[in-house]
């Protein structure tokens, strides 16, 4: 069997091969240890237990001293026979005891293969190994395997992150991070919205961190600061967010109403206003409308070729209602239109027909009258 | 030398005061004492019970979403009709003539007939007050008559339906009730006229009833008859067809009842916008709804003009013919 990996105690080396070649059970004045399990791989942190026979094969009775040895003062062990704990154990002849032995694994420990003894003084040693898989650390850590999240300033970007106390004692956490202004941080722990979350020792969290940019972001990479924080410990993760543009427009007037009154053949004007309410540049908005039939519009100017975010253009609109339109209420519909957004406004035009028929009723009704004033005159034998 | 003061009348005497005032007043009592005011009074009451109930049964016969949503629901009192009695609307414009003809059609010729007219002019008077008063008081009778008709329907439907109506409810019901007048001072001033022309006061009656019968029957089918025969036989495109139709109209429009009808209908139904035909050009990209009473009174001034003037040109003939005339006694 080839060894490997024994950099940590290389002294031991020598022994420790002397010793696999002997035999797994170590035998020594008929007296042997032994367990199966000689090198078992666990994380820092782990605890491990192992159950080792002690085995007399003389014809004796054997009062052993029990050591283990070999440990770092990192490390704890406790030994026990039954529910006691020991360091002197008695085996009849031709006998076994089971003894349990328990080693914890520090948390702040380097990788490697730990290899330790358990020793029945003077007579017989076993070798154990531990290969500790990661380099263990006494502290927390957040993770992510993904920590870069792409959206427009509407979406919610959401993060996986994992939480994990390293520490030997119970944590809480209490969860920040640093957004910009406006933008709103959400922490979740088991789908719910959390500030803080407590971790047993060595124990992980699944965090959900949502993130939404606020609607005047614009575009570009943000890095976001999260933290696990405790009186103690802290980690800290850093997500990356990548606002895209958004595209937004708004067609309506200065006052917001979107109703006028018009007069059939004649011609209104009307004020509009353009808005861009996303947050990238709006280039070649058009202007367009959809009339009752026989009505003419035009808009000044025609084409707007750009528009920065946020900002407004005014517009005026020439609506010329047909001659034959009857008087009351027609809907218009205007829209702004450019590869990226495409808004409608329904205008309703009340249409007032020309008071001038009623006048020139009135003015023959008034001619009528007239025409009886003079007959009164002239037949009035007055 | 002594003079003697003759009182004349002043040229302008103030209305109510002087002789002419009091020959309105004579002839309005004289109306009012009349069997024949009386009669045409229960005729018009009943005609007034009749439409407010069928009217208000088809209130209650519709759901309460439906009501909810009605607009114009105080107007519809004089326009609505569950069907088995016309509604308000179409009885006064067919009651209204009568009215008119009843009050008018013995104005000059039963004076006549009485000797009376001889002994009236003899008055110190100017003759054209008789004219005057004749008119006048049919009209102030027939106007009192069809306000207290207005207001007591306006009030029992307060009082059955406890909705108030809107002040473009309460233009367009005085808007109606004015209108209404004016069309029954037309028929007035008809049958006075021939009270004028004929003698005989049976004479006068029978022609302007049969002037009536004539406008409100035969009329509408003597243009059905012509428009068959105009019809083009052919294909019509949409102008066409619309232009036909409205040239129909406007023969129809020579009839004043047809005129009367198309302008209540506007008054009283404030979602109807136009009195002719429309092609669908017209109509595209329109929305329902109500107009205004100022564009409802403009779209109605031609009718109105047509039914003004078509008053003042029959009291003129009336009294041209009146003044003309050699009275003497018998």
């Given at each position: 069997m080839k060894v490997t990996n024994l950099t940590s105690c290389l002294k031991k080396t020598l022994l420790f091969g002397f010793l696999m070649f002997t035999s797994m059970v170590t035998q020594a004045k008929g007296l042997s240890l032994y367990t199966p399990n000689t090198r078992i791989s666990a994380p820092p942190g782990a605890s491990i237990d192992y159950t080792i026979d002690i085995i007399n094969e003389s014809s004796v009775v054997r009062n052993e001293n029990l050591s283990v040895t070999g440990l770092p003062s990192t490390w704890t062990y406790t030994l026990q026979s039954g529910s006691y704990h020991i360091d002197r154990i008695a085996v009849l002849p031709g006998e076994k005891k089971s003894l349990k032995l328990k080693v914890e694994v520090?948390?702040?420990?380097?990788?490697?293969?730990?290899?330790?003894?358990?020793?029945?003084?003077?007579?017989?040693?076993?070798?154990?190994s531990i290969n500790v898989t990661e380099r263990g650390?006494?502290?927390?850590?957040?993770?992510?395997?993904?920590?870069?999240?792409?959206?427009?300033?509407?979406?919610t970007l959401t993060y996986k992150a994992t939480l994990r106390n390293r520490t030997a004692e119970q944590q809480h956490y209490s969860l920040r991070?640093?957004?910009?202004?406006?933008?709103?941080?959400t922490f979740k722990a088991d789908f719910k919205a959390v500030t803080s979350v407590e971790l047993e020792p060595n124990s992980t969290k699944e965090l959900t961190i949502e993130l939404k940019?606020?609607?005047?972001?614009?575009?570009?990479?943000?890095?976001?600061?999260v933290k696990a924080l405790t009186g103690a410990t802290a980690a800290a993760l850093d997500l990356e967010a990548v606002v895209t543009g958004s595209y937004a427009g708004q067609l309506t007037t200065p006052d917001g109403r979107v109703s006028t009154s018009?007069?059939?053949?004649?011609?209104?004007?009307?004020?509009?206003?353009?808005?861009?309410?996303?947050?990238?540049?709006?280039h070649n908005l058009e202007l367009r409308s959809n009339l009752p039939s026989n009505w003419e519009l035009r808009f000044e100017p025609e084409q707007q070729d750009s528009l920065q975010a946020g900002e407004t253009a005014h517009v005026k609109a020439y609506l010329k209602p047909h001659k034959n339109a009857i008087p009351g209420d027609y809907v218009t519909s205007l829209e702004l239109r450019n590869p990226e957004i495409n808004t409608k406004v329904s205008y309703r035009v009340t249409i007032k027909t020309p008071a001038l028929w009623g006048w020139l009723g009135v003015l023959l009704i008034l001619g009528a009258l007239g025409g009886l004033v003079l007959m009164f005159r002239k037949y009035g034998r007055r | 030398m002594n003079t003697i003061k003759i009182p004349l009348p002043s040229s302008r005497p103030a209305l109510g005061a002087g002789p002419f005032g009091a020959m309105i007043q004579k002839e309005m009592a004289d109306h009012l004492r009349s069997w024949r005011f009386l009669l045409l009074l229960g005729l018009l009451v009943l005609t007034c019970l009749g439409s407010m109930y069928a009217a208000l049964s088809s209130f209650s016969s519709l759901p309460p979403s439906e009501l909810a949503k009605m607009e114009f629901f105080f107007l519809k009192l004089f326009s609505i009709s569950d069907g088995s009695l016309p509604s308000y609307a179409i009885f006064i414009g067919f009651l209204g003539p009568l009215l008119g003809i009843a009050l008018g059609f013995d104005a000059i010729n039963s004076e006549h007939n009485n000797g009376t007219l001889s002994r009236l002019l003899s008055q110190p008077i100017y003759r054209d007050y008789v004219l005057h008063a004749k008119f006048l008081a049919a009209l102030a009778i027939s106007a009192i008559l069809l306000f207290s008709l207005t207001i007591v329907?306006?009030?029992?439907?307060?009082?059955?339906?406890?909705?108030?109506?809107?002040?473009?409810?309460?233009?367009?019901?005085?808007?109606?009730?004015l209108l209404t007048i004016a069309y029954i001072s037309l028929w007035i001033n008809l049958a006075i006229l021939f009270s004028i022309v004929f003698r005989q006061t049976s004479a006068s009656a029978l022609g302007s009833l049969s002037v009536w019968l004539f406008f409100s029957v035969f009329f509408n089918m003597l243009i059905d008859v012509v428009a068959k025969h105009l019809a083009p036989k052919q294909f019509l495109s949409e102008a066409q067809a619309v232009a036909f139709q409205n040239f129909v109209l406007n023969l129809l429009r020579f009839n004043p009842i047809h005129?009367?009808?198309?302008?209540?209908?506007?008054?009283?139904?404030?979602?109807?916008?136009?009195?002719?035909?429309?092609?669908?050009?017209?109509?595209?990209?329109?929305?329902?709804?109500?107009?205004?009473?100022?564009?409802?009174?403009?779209?109605i001034g031609p009718q109105l003009t047509g039914l003004f003037a078509s008053t003042i040109v029959l009291f003129a003939l009336g009294y041209f013919l009146f003044m003309r005339r050699e009275v003497r006694s018998r």
């Open positions: 520090p948390f702040q420990v380097n990788k490697g293969i730990q290899t330790f003894y358990v020793n029945a003084i003077n007579t017989t040693s076993l070798p154990l650390a006494a502290e927390s850590e957040l993770s992510t395997t993904q920590n870069n999240m792409q959206g427009d300033n509407s979406a991070g640093d957004v910009p202004r406006g933008w709103n941080l940019p606020s609607a005047t972001t614009a575009p570009g990479v943000y890095t976001i600061p018009a007069r059939a053949g004649r011609e209104k004007e009307l004020d509009l206003v353009l808005r861009n309410t996303g947050t990238s540049t709006l | 329907v306006s009030g029992w439907g307060l009082l059955a339906l406890g909705i108030p109506p809107g002040a473009d409810e309460v233009l367009r019901i005085l808007m109606f009730t005129l009367f009808n198309e302008a209540t209908n506007i008054v009283l139904m404030p979602s109807v916008r136009s009195t002719g035909a429309l092609t669908m050009e017209q109509i595209s990209g329109t929305l329902p709804g109500a107009l205004p009473v100022g564009q409802s009174l403009l779209m």
